[in-house]
């Protein structure tokens, strides 16, 4: 008889025996969750439900089924709005991420004063957006006009903000140079990631500025690309204060957003046809970012 015993894997040893997890891990958890759900589940959910209603928000109301949904399909002004925001966003995050990938190569290169530097292109980033709006609406209404007709230029002498053609413009370029700060840190950290060796590796392979640019810096922060894509284009279809402070919608409703269509409704008795918009607005974000995560899979390791 064999006296050879077969060892037995021990319990607490057990690769898929699973961790047990401490109750104070619970305890920092629930807060949240509960936050979270009364400040944005359940109000959303109740925000869907009453889009099948005729509500206006408060008071009786009764359910009215797909109604809001097919008026809304087939509603001029918001079909524009959604025009509008889909385009500015991105024609906005176009220009924002060339803009701040460039700075961030600059501003990591061996120059003088480039920490300073790096603290003024920031700035923008903690200044509200509302405030910024009035400040360029005042100088794209008086200064600019002013400027353009001191050095002949007329298609600016009158304000942009008052040409259904330019105010668009007007929109990007204030909302690009708030955005550009914080775009530009997550670049800046990228680059700094990148190991030095790889450059010295391909110095002494004789590879040239650019040669490096698109053969090294790019490709090794597509991570961090991506990541700035993403995030700047769902924050700019939500684009909202910067023209409310801007444009206010206009002229007429040549910039009017779907999320300022949407508040505007709620104060004109349209509560749950807005809601029915809300809605629709929300399900074409998720299916953005599904597309999104789709097509950059596996390219946002970094």
């Known amino acids: 008889m064999s006296l050879i015993r077969t060892s037995r894997p ?10 047990r997890v401490e109750p104070v891990f619970y305890a920092f958890l629930l807060p949240t969750v509960l936050a979270f759900t009364l400040a944005i589940t359940v109000p959303a959910l109740m925000g869907i439900t009453l889009s099948f209603t005729d509500s206006v928000g408060f008071g009786e109301f009764k359910f009215i089924g797909l109604t809001n949904y097919i008026a809304a399909f087939s509603d001029p ?10 385009g500015f966003a991105l024609v906005t995050v176009v220009l924002v991420n060339v803009v701040s990938f460039f700075l961030a190569l600059g501003l990591t290169e061996k120059i003088r004063a480039k920490v300073a530097l790096r603290a003024v292109f920031v700035l923008p980033m903690v200044i509200s957006g509302i405030v910024i709006a009035y400040v360029f609406n005042f100088l794209f209404s008086n200064s600019l006009p002013d400027f353009a007709t001191a050095i002949g230029l007329k298609p600016l002498e009158t304000s942009m903000l008052a040409n259904p053609d330019l105010a668009w413009l007007a929109l990007v370029l204030v909302t690009a140079w708030q955005a550009v ?15 030095a060796d790889v450059y010295e590796a391909a110095a002494l392979d004789g590879a040239t500025a650019w040669r ?6 790019i490709p090794l922060a597509a991570g961090y690309i991506v990541i700035n ?11 909202y204060d910067v023209i409310v402070g801007l444009t206010g919608g206009g002229p007429g409703t040549s910039t009017t957003s779907v999320a300022m269509s ?8 349209d509560y749950s046809y807005q809601m029915a918009n809300a809605t629709i607005f929300f399900l074409i974000a998720i299916v953005i970012a599904l597309l999104q995560l789709r097509a950059t899979h596996g390219k946002t390791t970094f």
């Open 10 to 19: 021990s319990r607490t040893s057990s690769p898929s025996r699973k961790r």
């Open 181 to 195: 700060p914080a775009t530009l840190l997550i670049y800046i950290a990228g680059i700094l990631s990148i190991p």
């Open 212 to 217: 490096k640019l698109a053969s090294i810096t």
């Open 77 to 86: 002004a918001i079909l524009k709005a959604y025009g509008f925001t889909i």
């Open 262 to 269: 949407i508040f505007n409704g709620f104060g004109s008795g």
């Open 229 to 239: 894509v993403i995030m700047g284009f769902k924050g700019f279809m939500n684009a």
